[in-house]
């Protein structure tokens, strides 16, 4: 099987300034790989390079075997991008929001098959909110909306997420619904790559642990080998936001 | 029911039809995508489009449409790719689009009466060549604006998820632009430029007040436009108003019904539950 990612070398300069240096990235097939690191790191920029959002300035980058140039088969690729705008200017409700997540199944005109209904019903259900399909985002906290658009995410039903901080300002209880979720699906083969600033509940799902500094990758290996209170603290150190040490005391069974 | 007699009050009617129908349909859109008075603009840019058609003697209806589609496109552009100037550069378009078409409509020789016909809607005006091409040009939106509603919807809900999806995401922001540039010509004749904007987002934030649902606040916000186009031309030709600021005020007569309404049913509700509240007491 080709590997879902596969980033060789790439920069990227944002607005002139150097963000990227020489990055490597790889998730293979069935994979959970986190994205750590400080704000400002790079982490987010590689994740939003990866998927096209961002140009390159150099290097390389493979979805699924293919040069991002000349990849279309977007289907595959379950995308979650950071703080969202859930809330446009007019109402939607979650089933319109995740039915979108169809949108690379679809052709460009038609109606909705059988089947896109059957697929955005099972992800609303995955993410526990099937009781709230027809609930307008906007009546709906900062957690479960987090929730939907990771429901939009799994709609195409892709071989690989990628989720940029989906955690980010998101409480405890929906954190913990977003690991379940998370590990069922690692659990069935599909790759992850997820951007975090912390890793709470997630930490045992993940295989690999990415570090990024500076942007360049600092460290790259098994979570067990991240002397946790060295690098999240530091992290931390770096961010805008007071260290939280009660979330870095994650011992996980499987350590 | 006599007005129906007059042959002129006919095609004001059927214009008004696609008016009240298009402008919402892509009004929608704008809404959604945070870009309200984008409409606004591409009016004032139109205006400079008409005047050209009143100087050379081509039909203004066609000048405006192909000048007020180049706007569209060149605030588009600015929105993609302009960094923090885009802002100014975009007052700069909508400004420029108001003096050039005041400038060129008084080099035409032609009167401000003319101009006011233009900026706030006449329908004495509309000829039975205005009526084709507004007809062909509205039932074009109506038929994209619904028809592609889903990546519509997708772009202007989340502009980067919708581009991760495979979805041409730049070629749609055109697309939206162009076809809210048509809209203003097709609503030209019965709103005017000047008040068009106002028919694609005051139906919009009304549906609004009523609906849960995208799809429903499209279809509410299209039966809303066509009843203030409609019935603001009728009685704009009977109390004798300018049908644009008639149309435009029965829009936000609606608007402020539908958000009283909504406030005193909350309020009923509310003290409602507060009597089962004591009863259970």
Redesign the interface.
């Known amino acids: 099987m080709t590997s879902p990612i596969a980033v060789r070398g790439i920069d990227v300069d944002l607005a002139g300034r150097p963000v990227l240096r020489q990055v490597d990235l790889d998730v293979a097939p069935g994979e959970f790989v986190a994205l750590l690191g400080a704000n400002g790191s790079g982490k987010s920029t590689l994740v939003r390079a990866t998927?096209?959002?961002v140009p390159t300035a150099a290097g390389s980058i493979q979805l699924f075997g293919t040069p991002l140039a000349r990849f279309?088969d977007?289907?595959r690729?379950g995308?979650?991008?950071q703080r969202?705008?859930?809330v446009?200017?007019?109402?939607?409700?979650v089933r319109?929001?995740v039915?979108?997540?169809r949108?690379?199944r679809?052709p460009?005109?038609g109606f909705r098959t059988r089947a896109d209904r059957v697929a955005v019903d099972e992800a609303i259900e995955r993410i526990g909110l099937a009781h709230r399909h027809?609930?307008?985002m906007t009546e709906l906290s900062g957690g479960q909306q987090q929730r939907v658009?990771i429901a939009?995410?799994l709609a195409?039903q892709p071989d690989l997420i990628?989720m940029d901080e989906p955690t980010a300002g998101v409480d405890h209880e929906n954190t913990e619904i977003l690991a379940a979720v998370l590990g069922g699906l690692a659990s069935e083969g599909t790759s992850v790559l997820l951007v975090a600033h912390e890793l709470g509940p997630m930490r045992p799902l993940i295989d690999r642990a990415v570090v990024m500094r500076a942007g360049r990758v600092e460290h790259d290996g098994p979570v067990a080998d991240l002397r946790t209170d060295d690098h999240e603290a530091h992290a931390h150190l770096h961010s805008s936001q007071p260290p939280q040490h009660d979330s870095l005391s994650g011992e996980g069974p499987w350590r | 029911m006599d007005l129906l007699n007059y042959e002129f009050m006919q095609r004001a009617l059927i214009a008004a039809v696609f008016t009240g129908l298009t402008a919402p349909a892509i009004g929608t859109f704008l809404v959604q995508r945070r870009l309200a008075l984008l409409g606004d603009g591409i009016g004032h840019v139109a205006l400079t489009g008409v005047a050209l058609g009143l100087l050379t003697g081509i039909a203004p209806l066609i000048t405006a449409v192909l000048i007020a589609s180049a706007g569209a496109i060149v605030i588009e552009l600015l929105r993609m790719y302009g960094r923090t100037s885009a802002d100014v550069a975009l007052a700069m378009l909508f400004y420029g689009g108001i003096a050039g078409g005041v400038l060129l409509i008084n080099l035409a020789d032609e009167s401000a009466s003319t101009l006011n016909r233009y900026l706030f809607g006449a329908i004495t005006t509309v000829s039975v060549a205005d009526l084709w091409l507004v007809a062909i040009l509205g039932a074009i939106v109506l038929l994209l604006t619904i028809g592609l509603s889903p990546q519509l919807f997708a772009v202007c809900q989340d502009e980067e998820h919708a581009r991760v999806s495979g979805v041409p995401v730049r070629l749609y922001g055109l697309l939206i632009a162009v076809l809210a540039a048509v809209t203003i010509t097709v609503a030209m004749r019965t709103v005017g430029l000047l008040l068009v904007s106002a028919l694609m987002v005051v139906p919009v934030a009304t549906a609004q007040q009523l609906t849960r649902s995208f799809r429903a606040t499209h279809l509410v916000a299209m039966v809303l436009g066509l009843l203030a186009a409609v019935l603001g031309v009728v009685a704009s030709y009977e109390v004798d108003t300018p049908p644009g600021p008639t149309i435009v005020m029965l829009a936000l007569l609606a608007f402020g019904v539908a958000v009283l309404g909504r406030v005193l049913l909350a309020a009923v509700r509310r003290t409602r539950r507060g009597i089962d509240f004591v009863q259970e007491d």
């Open positions: 998927v096209g959002l279309r977007w289907r690729v995308y979650m991008p969202s705008s859930a446009a200017g007019v109402p939607a409700t319109e929001v039915t979108s997540g949108l690379a679809r460009v005109v027809d609930s307008p658009l939009r995410a195409s990628v």
